[in-house]
């Protein structure tokens, strides 16, 4: 008889101001987050803040909130911002301006294996990318000898 282990999905969903203040809140809660699951945030991170950044400055509409939710299996962290501007979609921007901004879905692309758009439910969009997860190695215990072992014949 063969048993299968399944892990279930950590989720993490919280509601922010479109602002500049909720979008730094997003990448806050987001790394706080990451490390009480004991997963690496420092990649994540970054996605959080430009897609918090997108929704609080492009996705904002006056009275209106975004929502930031992560979910976490045993591979992958997906990462989910949603605004109520689904009649504008992002865009990579390859040529930069000489501004300072443009650049955040560049960012998101190069760190996220995968990320993209799903439109609705009217008049919302979802901007999302994953991140594959990399098992981390366990330290050896102090004192250990660590390395790979040859044989030599004579």
Do not use: C, I, Y
Not at 93 to 99: D, K, N, S, Y
Request: net charge negative; hydrophobic share 40%.
């Amino acid at each position: 008889m063969n048993a299968e282990t399944t892990v279930a999905a950590r989720e993490f969903t919280v509601q922010l101001s479109a602002t500049a203040r909720g979008a730094r809140l997003a990448r806050l809660l987001a790394t706080e987050q990451l490390r009480a699951w004991r997963l690496p945030f420092e990649d994540a991170a970054h996605v959080v803040a430009e897609l918090a950044a997108n929704a609080a400055t492009h996705g904002r509409v006056s009275g209106r909130d975004f929502h930031l939710s992560l979910t976490a299996t045993e591979s992958t962290l997906r990462v989910e911002v949603t605004d109520t501007r689904g009649d504008q979609l992002p865009e990579v921007q390859r040529a930069f301006p000489e501004g300072e901004s443009g650049r955040g879905l560049v960012l998101v692309e190069a760190l996220a294996d995968h990320w993209g758009v799903t439109s609705g439910p009217a008049p919302r969009k979802t901007v999302w990318a994953e991140l594959l997860l990399v098992p981390e190695v366990p330290e050896a215990p102090e004192g250990a000898l660590t390395g790979t072992r040859s044989t030599t014949s004579r």
